[in-house]
């Protein structure tokens, strides 16, 4: 039994997000279901596809056509919802707007941001001073606007080239209401209306789901999966996912710690029973790492797996003179699905050896960020998360292992880890323009970054999302987004 | 009268000065720092210093709140770091939910504790008074978050009859407003029932007894007259305690309101969303508090609120 009042009714969907959409614009407010519906409004020139792969958007060419050159050409007939033409100018514009945005974790992604060279009315060419050979991947983050329009802020309009127009809007309460775009450029939604709402309360979001008021939500924890596995009129799909939650080692430590020491650090994670933390208490929504960065992510290697072994890690850390060490371990709530169980399991496996270990807990918005550079107090090891929109393993290589003696000076090295010569390795890999030789750089220094022992554990979680199954072809992609525009109903 | 209103007014606009001002400090001293809650993932040390700058967070503590008080004067309470809007049409936009949320929970609170306190007053020390005592015992004792979640799966999933979150139908003010009611219900029916039953005992009512006067006359014209005073100022101030926001109830119904909207300002520490939050909560609270007051004459004719106060 369905109650009318509660059923979006046909043709149109109605998605439960868990985080407010402030904004259909993403220079600031970015975070995976919230790009899904920014797309269906504003697109860019690439979007990140099927096996992580850069698919043309409104563009319909975008090669390499020289070390540090791009020719980009914009597609023929591409339109904004006001009828006006999608420009050279528009990208140009974009990405400055995203430059001059105050913190901006996009701009962030560039190795450098690229300067638009105009060639003809719709082709351009984009200039970097290095090789960023997977600027095609970088591009599709940068949601393109009007350039009259366009401003170093996010958008509050919502003209945009994409699938769906904005017919009702409240960044306020995180209401929005999408219909059709009659002027859309490509092939027109099977959908006619989107709601979108914001739901923050996860067993909120179940029960809407559960009841039929809610079609899609995502970014479901393994409890919530669990509670709705096997439900009549509710189908869960996974995927494997580009993200990667470690408990990091603290890099700060002075020489002469035992924790400096990549043979106790390794040691350490002997004692970690990985399988049973992905089996009970993650529920099976998640797999070990088998490297320094998600597997997904393409130039990804398997490096070396985590193995449990209590008697080696007693014996190891024994003959290293290691037998009594303290270990703190820090994080934020929430950093990922079951943090605290995780944490608590952990500390009881490192007490196993003969490790004490101490927990401390922030709540989000606290002072996580001053305690990661080191500002707050000492720590061993960090509870942390780290995704990549690009789906490329380069920017997260660079972003967690690219740390110079220069950067840890202002502390914005991943909690001190710097390897000058992984570094530089890092940085010559990601500027190789040919693929091959790039992938096996970059494959060599994965296996450089694992025998360094990062981190005590590390696991990479599953996406996963529930829609009620009159709702079909939800492609869900590794980076948790989908295409709206693709999606179908039936009833 | 009038003399009586300007000075309520001035010592309203001082409540409200004081707690804006307090909480000013206090959010500031909490731990926490807005510039990390904003930047997203693993921002370097320049984007933290660059978004300080911009929001005014590099300044010390009283350049800040000289600056607070300047803009504050001119009504402008500054723009929210989440929302990238002004904090106070942010908070506008909230407030008609709260409202609607509250006047329905109050107005069902009434209706229903009202009479269940004169009921129980008019039965008092008998068994099925005590039957209703822990009944209202047990409606003021249950956790309003678990109140919600059997609410919500009872009449949104067992039987799914009601929406489950949001305000997206009229429907969807049910099982909050219930959900909040049932608290206030046990609450405001045992202050009826205490009240009514010393005014029953009253000699008045005695002598009007002896008199031949109806118990239905007694009980809703004489006692109920003398009991409605503090019955009133109950009922205005769980009104206006509503009005701050029914947080939890407002978090598991997904309910857009001023509640849910105060949660999301403390975890991004949005410092201009939490002052503007304060400013309109406390300014309703203190508005409904003068508006009881206001009420008072009405209700007992001995109140001359000129000259009491």
Not at chain 1, 416 to 427: D, E, H, M, Q, S
């Amino acid at each position: 039994m369905r109650g009318p009042h509660r059923c979006p009714g046909p043709g149109a969907i109605s998605l439960g997000l868990n985080r407010s959409l402030v904004s259909l614009d993403n220079k600031l407010n970015q975070f995976d279901a919230a790009v899904t519906v920014q797309r269906a409004v504003r697109q860019a020139l690439t979007r990140i596809g099927k096996g992580l792969r850069p698919e043309l958007v409104l563009a319909d060419r975008f090669e390499m056509t020289g070390p540090t050159a791009w020719t980009v050409r914009l597609r023929d007939g591409a339109r904004y919802s006001d009828g006006t033409p999608v420009t050279v100018k528009d990208v140009s514009t974009a990405l400055m707007m995203y430059a001059g945005v105050n913190g901006s974790f996009i701009v962030g992604l560039f190795p450098e941001m690229p300067t638009v060279e105009p060639v003809d009315e719709r082709t351009f060419r984009l200039h970097t001073k290095r090789p960023v050979p997977i600027l095609d991947q970088l591009m599709a983050n940068i949601l393109i606007s009007p350039a009259a329009r366009n401003r170093p802020e996010e958008l509050s309009g919502g003209v945009g080239s994409g699938p769906y127009v904005v017919t009702s809007a409240n960044s306020g309460t995180g209401e929005y209401t999408l219909d059709v775009n009659p002027r859309y450029w490509g092939r027109r939604p099977t959908v006619d209306r989107v709601r979108v709402r914001f739901v923050p309360e996860e067993s909120s979001r179940v029960v809407a789901v559960r009841s039929g008021e809610l079609d899609v939500i995502d970014t479901i924890t393994p409890d919530s999966a669990e509670q709705l596995k096997g439900l009549p009129g509710v189908r869960l799909d996974r995927t494997s996912g580009t993200r990667v939650n470690q408990l990091f080692f603290n890099f700060r430590k002075p020489r002469g710690h035992p924790l400096a020491d990549a043979r106790v650090r390794e040691a350490l994670s002997y004692a970690i029973d990985g399988e049973a933390l992905v089996r009970d208490v993650l529920t099976g929504s998640a797999q070990q790492a088998e490297g320094v960065i998600p597997l997904a992510l393409k130039g990804s290697v398997r490096t070396g797996r985590y193995v449990h072994d209590p008697g080696q890690a007693r014996k190891r850390l024994a003959a290293l003179g290691a037998s009594d060490l303290k270990v703190k371990i820090i994080w934020e709530s929430g950093e990922f699905p079951a943090d605290t169980s995780v944490m608590e399991a952990v500390l009881e496996m490192l007490r196993a050896v003969g490790v004490r270990a101490s927990l401390q807990q922030f709540e989000p918005g606290g002072d996580i960020q001053q305690w990661r550079q080191g500002r707050r107090g000492d720590w061993d090891v960090l509870g942390n998360g780290f995704s990549v929109p690009t789906g490329h393993a380069s920017t997260s290589l660079q972003g967690m292992y690219g740390g110079t003696a220069e950067k840890e000076k202002t502390r914005d090295t991943y909690q001190g880890y710097v390897f000058p010569k992984i570094a530089a390795r890092l940085a010559d890999a990601s500027a190789e323009t040919d693929e091959k030789t790039r992938n096996t750089k970059l494959a060599a220094v994965q296996q450089q970054i694992w025998d360094t022992r990062p981190c005590l554990w590390a696991f990479v979680p599953d996406v996963v999302l529930a829609r009620r199954t009159r709702v079909r072809d939800v492609r869900l992609l590794q980076l948790n987004s989908y295409d709206l525009a693709a999606v179908r109903l039936e009833g | 009268m009038t003399r009586y209103l300007i000075r309520r007014l001035g010592q309203s606009v001082l409540t409200v000065f004081l707690t804006l001002s307090t909480v000013f400090v206090l959010v500031r001293m909490a731990p926490g720092d807005p510039a990390a809650a904003l930047a997203g993932p693993n921002p370097s040390s320049a984007d933290l210093a660059r978004i300080r700058e911009q929001f005014g967070l590099d300044r010390g503590l009283l350049s800040q709140y000289g600056l607070f008080l300047r803009d504050l004067f001119t009504g402008d309470l500054g723009t929210s770091y989440s929302f990238h809007a002004p904090a106070l049409d942010v908070v506008l936009d909230r407030v008609p939910y709260t409202i609607t949320l509250s006047l329905s929970a109050i107005t069902l609170t009434a209706l229903v504790a009202v009479p269940l306190g004169v009921w129980m007053a008019r039965r008092a020390d008998t068994k099925r008074e005590l039957g209703a005592n822990v009944l209202t015992i047990a409606g003021q004792s249950m956790p309003d978050f678990w109140i919600g979640v059997m609410l919500l799966t009872l009449f949104a999933v067992a039987v799914p009859v009601l929406p489950a979150s949001g305000f997206t139908t009229w429907g969807g003010l049910v099982l909050p407003t219930v959900t909040v009611a049932i608290l206030q219900m046990a609450l405001i029916s045992r202050l009826v029932r205490r009240e009514m039953v010393a005014a029953l005992a009253a000699p008045y009512v005695t002598v009007a007894r002896s008199r031949g006067v109806s118990n239905r006359v007694l009980t809703w014209r004489y006692a109920m007259g003398n009991s409605a005073i503090p019955v009133l100022t109950a009922l205005g101030t769980r009104f206006a305690a509503m009005l701050n926001g029914v947080v939890v109830v407002e978090v598991v119904f997904g309910w857009p309101g001023v509640g849910s909207l105060v949660v999301r300002a403390l975890e991004t520490r949005d410092y201009p969303l939490i002052q503007a939050t304060v400013l309109v909560t406390a300014a309703l609270a203190v508005l409904v508090q003068l508006l009881i007051d206001l009420a008072y004459p009405l209700l007992d004719p001995r109140v001359r609120l000129g000259k009491a106060a």
